[in-house]
């Protein structure tokens, strides 16, 4: 992990440790640089707020053979142009403001092709219903829902939205009606077209409803 502020080095540690991922943090890109081909890391982590380390950093991943099979996970605003300040290539983006778990979820939805175990803080159901995502309340578009919890979901998008100001997700679980819409808010986005939403609906009978349903169709361990 590339990046100089002490706040977020702290939540990407807490939120690794509790995925069993190991973090090696750096505050400079000379010294990143010079130790990425001593290690066999299998993701990078860059903040946008120092653009020219995580280019020289990602320079250095790109063009090494080590670096091919790393994955490059992005901390940006949600208006960055990613490309100009990362350059081509990154896998995942997590969005700021950060929170622990903001990261935790951004980091868990990549940690599987990182060759991890993957383990949830909150029950998680993996799922496939049809909904609608309304962008900045205009722009209507087409989703699958891959999995959802009471807090939250993770999302399949065939095509890029503009950019975002506001998101609200409707949908109907399975069987029931009538639909449901919640606001919504970006927290990860990743090169498949998937993206993970939390949910803003701070009404009792929406989490209660929810947490309902999930206990009522999740599959006994």
Known sequence: MLCRQPET?????RACRELGVELQHYSSAKAA???FPLHSFQGVIVDDQDGPGAALLLSEVQGSARGKNTLIIAL???DAALDAVFGAGTHLVIYKPLTHERLRNGLRAISTLMGRRRRRASP???VNLTATLTV??????PIRILDISVGGAAISVQRPFSTVRSLALSFALSGEQPTITTAAELVWKDVRGNVGIEFLNTD?????????WMKTHSTPR
Do not use: D, G, T, Y
């Open 124 to 126: 998680r159901l993996k």
């Open 9 to 13: 080095v702290a939540l990407a540690v």
């Open 33 to 35: 640089v010079e130790n």
């Open 76 to 78: 940006a605003k949600p």
């Open 204 to 212: 009792p009978e929406f989490a209660k409803s929810m947490a309902a």
């Open 136 to 141: 900045n309340e205009a722009e209507k578009i």
